[in-house]
Structures are given as C-alpha cells and as structure tokens.
C-alpha cells in the first residue's frame, strides 16, 4: 500500500467521452445487453438514466429494496428501445416466414436453436481457428464476428448443465454461465417432455454466436433447416439472444 493507502501501479485507464461510455455497452468493452439500450439514448437522456439510477440506489441502501432497481432498468430499456415520435415502430413486420402448426404441441417433437453461443464441452467451434478463445478475446474481436459466416453447434440434448459452454462476444454471458437455462432452455424442454406438455424433445439441440453475418445467414439458414428435420422435429423453439 502507498502512503495514503492507495496500491501502487495501478493500471491507467484510457480517458473516454460520455458518449463512449454510454456506447460501449452495445459491442463494446462493456458489452451487456442489460444496458445495451444505453446507445441509442441521446446523452441528456442517458445522464438522466444514470442519475435517476444513482438516486434509486441511494434509496435501496437505506431500506434494501432492491426491486425499484429492476423496475428503473426495465422502464428505461423500454424508454430507449420505444421508436422516436411519428416514427414507424421497428423491427416490426406485416408478416413472417413462420408456418402454423398441423398437431397439437402435446404431441410435437421440439427442436431447440438458440443465438446464445452455447456448445458442449470437448466440441469447440473453434471461432477463427482459435483454440480456447476466452469471453474477453470474443468481445475483442466482434467486429470479425460480425462479417464472418455462423457456425451452427450440435449439443446432444441429453447435456447435463455441467457439459454445458458458452462464449459470445455481443453479450454479458454470466447470467448464462450462472444459470444456461436463461439463454439456453435444454433443461426447461426436457421437463416439459417429461411432464407430457410436447411430444418429446429433438436431438441434437442446436445454438450458434448471433453476432455474425447476417447476410450469411439468412443464405445458410436451409441447410440449418434440412438438418433439423434430420432430427424429427416438428417444430423449433427459437431463442434469440
């Protein structure tokens, strides 16, 4: 410890705008899809948000109400991913490439495929030839993730938690980590089998990163689709991340 009791050569933090900082939660070097919102906020309304969140931690130090916390942050990601007056709302489409189901969901086999990055352990997808990649390098390199084609991993449904890996460069992955179900429901279809509400669930399950080319994928996607039906399935739970 120095004299004044600060730890000496401390690592220099470059200096960064507000506006960098806001931004940076959105494919950034904080990256978090809790505050990803942040971005599209001009900065008056993003320091309006952190000043409004300050004040409600000031308040749930005193009583321990951590609730208004959650309620703050969900008003204000509603707030900035609401469409600016007269605008058209987006990412909202007349109609969709979605078929309607022929059978009951009771007797349905379900196939799962997610955006969240996962794979099994041993199986790697081994992004740019890296071995290992860590979660840091991801978020380093989502610029390249985001023009190179997806790579759709096979989970074999029966995967306990355990055996269960993600990475994704787009996302704070430690809720995901904490708990896969949250991102990638494996465990929540099983039940759903086991307590007869589908037919059964499709193996393998099926994830890939979603920060990626988007043009690729919209050209790949039939193969995804013909694999799919490989496995029986008679519909697909789709989990975007």
Request: proline fraction near 8%; hydrophobic fraction near 45%; charged fraction near 25%.
């Amino acid at each position: 410890m120095g004299r004044w009791g600060l730890r000496p050569n401390l690592p220099t933090v470059p200096p960064e705008t507000f506006d960098e900082f806001k931004d940076s939660f959105s494919y950034g070097s904080r990256t978090d899809l809790a505050f990803k919102f942040l971005k599209r906020l001009p900065a008056d309304e993003a320091a309006r948000f952190f000043a409004a969140l300050l004040d409600a931690l000031g308040a749930t130090l005193d009583d321990g109400h951590a609730q208004r916390l959650v309620d703050l942050a969900y008003e204000w990601q509603a707030r900035g991913y609401a469409p600016a007056a007269g605008a058209p709302r987006p990412w909202t489409y007349d109609d969709g490439p979605f078929t309607r189901m022929v059978m009951p969901l009771v007797d349905a086999r379900v196939a799962l495929l997610t955006s969240s990055g996962h794979f099994a352990a041993g199986d790697d997808p081994r992004p740019f030839g890296v071995e290992a990649m860590t979660q840091s390098e991801a978020i380093d390199r989502i610029a390249e993730f985001l023009r190179e084609p997806p790579v759709l991993s096979e989970i074999p449904a029966a995967t306990p938690a355990g055996e269960l890996r993600v990475r994704h460069g787009g996302y704070d992955i430690r809720g995901a980590q904490a708990d896969a179900d949250v991102a990638f429901p494996l465990a929540r279809l099983r039940e759903l089998a086991g307590d007869g509400v589908i037919g059964g669930v499709a193996d393998p399950a099926f994830s890939f990163v979603g920060a990626t080319s988007q043009k690729r994928l919209l050209t790949g996607v039939d193969a995804w689709v013909d694999r799919m039906r490989e496995t029986g399935a008679d519909a697909v739970l789709l989990v975007p991340v």
